[in-house]
């Protein structure tokens, strides 16, 4: 055989690999970028002053008004 002569590929397989790389690809576009929202919002704890805050905070009295709440918005 040349290196010309290949032999026939089935164009579904081949589709099915690509598919599988594509969505690989847009997986780990989807970490990297999680990532650095992360990292974004942990750097804020780096400033200076920013014990300050957290202990302002903290000083607080929660008012939860009978109600569960977790997450980001609180």
Request: hydrophobic residues 35%; glycine residues 6%; aromatic residues 4%.
């Amino acid at each position: 055989m040349s290196a010309n002569d290949s032999t026939p590929r089935d164009p579904v397989k081949q589709t099915g690999v690509i598919a599988d790389l594509s969505k690989e690809v847009c997986e780990s576009q989807h970490l990297t970028e999680l990532t650095e929202r992360f990292d974004q919002r942990l750097a804020s704890l780096n400033a200076p002053q920013a014990h300050r805050a957290l202990n302002a905070f903290m000083d607080e009295p929660a008012v939860l008004d009978g109600q569960l709440r977790a997450g980001a918005g609180y």
